[in-house]
């Protein structure tokens, strides 16, 4: 429904009439996250319920944002939109008998994600776009490896303090390493790629 409104406000803005192409567009999202919601209710019936909404929410902003600067580009965002909440749900039907078994690989998904985050450095593959290298390019490809490191040290946080809740409440400082050495090492690539959004 934000998507709606949004889309109809810019567009009413810009024109003094109402879009029907953006109400369309906005309530195709409404049923693509209807459909994301309905998912996660049969896959993992007792995940938090309001992470979803949260994420459509925020979603929402970004995605009227972009429409407001450059409609066009808001048609390209969408459509990554779309991917990620198909992949969204490919993930929940792939891990919906249990998903703790990531908690396995944690270290691994650590590791990815510094490993991700120091790609753009890279002389060969690295970007530098308006001061800030966080692009990688590989022919007509280009992407920000730092979205994905971002997932993959969420599940290693996750992993390790579920595994080590009873010990971290004690606050000896060897139980905190492998946590602090991750986190440290995330945030002197992120400081060498002046990527202040991914650092907050």
Known sequence: ?????????????????VSTSSLAYAGFFLLLYL???????????????????????????GLTEIYRLHPGDAFKQGTWIVVAVALFALTLFLLRYDYRQLESYKYIFGLTAIGLLLLPILPVLGLTVNGARLWVHAGPLRFQP????????????????????????????????????????????????RDLGGGL
């Open 146 to 193: 730092g979205e994905l490191a971002k997932i993959a040290l969420i599940i290693f946080l996750a992993g390790y303090m579920r595994e080590k809740r009873e010990v971290l409440a004690q606050g000896r400082l060897k139980d905190w390493g492998p946590l602090l050495v991750i986190w440290a090492l995330a945030m002197l690539v992120l400081l060498e790629t």
């Open 1 to 17: 429904m934000l998507t709606a409104v949004g889309f109809a406000s810019v567009y009413i803005a810009r024109q003094d009439v």
């Open 35 to 61: 459909a994301a919601h309905l998912v996660t209710r049969y896959t993992v019936p007792f995940a938090d319920p309001y992470l979803l909404p949260i994420a459509g929410l925020l979603t929402a902003v």
